[in-house]
């Protein structure tokens, strides 16, 4: 039933999550999110929550992105102590450097 020549996939295995994969996933899960918070106003507001949502979650995908891109330039270089590495917690949502899920 099964082939010698089939590959065998371990399970977990760890997949990258980039940055561009990021602002997709929050933009489509804010856009829903504000579209049922604009039907629970009015049933009028879906189409302004829904993009007032996506706006938000691309936003806040901008943020942490710019926090990997900055773990990413200080991985290449061989440094991880660099002050630009540890943003202020303000800048982000404090996940910097875990875009790798396990």
Known sequence: TTSKNAKTVAFPQQSLVTPRHLKIGCSFVSGVMGCVLGCVVSINLWLLG?????????????????????????????????????????????????????
Do not use: C, F
């Not at 829904?50 to 200080?74: E, F, K, N």
């Not at 061989?78 to 917690?89: D, I, K, N, Q, W």
């Open 50 to 102: 829904s993009l007032m949502g996506g706006l938000y979650g691309y936003q806040v995908a901008l943020a942490d992105s710019a926090d990997y891109v900055l773990i990413a330039t200080a991985a290449t270089a061989g440094s991880t102590t660099s002050s630009a590495v540890a943003p202020a917690p303000a800048q982000g949502n404090g996940n910097v450097g875990k875009s790798v899920i396990s």
